[in-house]
């Protein structure tokens, strides 16, 4: 079931599948993604799990944002999702970008998390700061551009072509199976949009801002214990040196929380929703205690 719901940060799109009285697992995509990711991941759980997909604000199939990315907004968002699922707990799985989400909302509000998943997150441990990342730069300059009067025209024109542009080369690039598991007319729609185009750039510049605001919260909101299991895609691993970085990230967010885990996902890229949605319903299942 398909719905909008009103949330202090726009209208979202939320997708309900499963039991209405089963226990609720919610699903966060990672940095541009959305409701598409995870139909392979929902076919497998929502037998007897109440399956929660939602677009964050300005991207998918939700309305504009009507307030600027960051942990504030993130955290806003999935309290209305919880509360569209008539969830006062849930199992959360966040995929890459999303993964700092679900961990700013375990530390923030601990009686509504019944236990996480991490899937193949972005690599920010505690003491990170606030990073440098030239992404972020370069997204900045590209919302600039769009703002000047004699380029809007031309960036839109653009972004018709570079959003389904961007996601091909995300399936080619992150993505073993480099095969969308949503209708791909319906996917490219969503990204012919400028306007989704804009949000996913406002999230990636916004992004050294997000880590800065998790570190502080880091130093003052303990994470509960809890069911917590990290997976690292080993296709996404890259050369020695960033092997190494990676796995060590990713071991330090498992040891996060008492008795947290952390494993490593064989025939997988980035995109593990799509990879190995047999594995992500395994580990849903797990921190369930199914």
Do not use: K
Request: charged share 20%; with cysteine.
């Amino acid at each position: 079931m398909s719905s909008l719901i009103p949330s202090p940060a726009g209208l979202l799109r939320v997708e309900l599948d499963g039991p209405e009285r089963a226990p609720v697992v919610v699903l966060s995509a990672g940095l541009g993604g959305g409701w598409f990711d995870w139909p392979a991941v929902v076919d497998l759980l929502a037998g007897d799990l109440r399956v929660v997909r939602f677009d964050r604000p300005g991207t998918g199939g939700s309305g504009p944002a009507l307030t600027p990315p960051g942990l504030a907004r993130e955290v806003a968002v999935l309290d209305a999702v919880l509360d569209a699922a008539g969830a006062a707990r849930a199992v959360l799985v966040g995929h890459s970008i999303a993964g700092l989400h679900v961990e700013g909302y375990a530390r923030l509000r601990p009686a509504r998390v019944a236990g996480a998943v991490l899937l193949d997150p972005s690599p920010e441990p505690p003491g990170v700061g606030r990073p440098f990342d030239g992404e972020a730069v370069l997204a900045r300059a590209l919302l600039a551009l769009g703002r000047v009067p004699g380029l809007r025209r031309l960036g839109r024109a653009l972004a018709g072509w570079s959003g389904p542009a961007g996601r091909r080369s995300v399936l080619r690039n992150a993505s073993r199976t480099r095969r969308e598991v949503a209708p791909s007319a319906q996917v490219e729609e969503v990204y012919r949009r400028p306007e989704v185009l804009g949000a996913i750039l406002d999230e990636l510049a916004a992004y050294p801002d997000l880590v800065a605001e998790l570190e502080a919260v880091r130093a003052t909101h303990p994470l509960p214990e809890l069911p917590w299991l990290v997976l690292t895609a080993a296709d996404a691993l890259g050369r020695p040196r960033q092997t190494r970085r990676l796995l060590a990230a990713h071991a330090r967010l498992a040891r996060l929380v008492p008795g947290g885990a952390h494993e490593l996902v064989e025939r997988c890229g980035h995109m593990m929703p799509l990879d190995r949605p047999d594995t992500v319903a395994a580990a849903v299942r797990r921190v369930n205690g199914m």
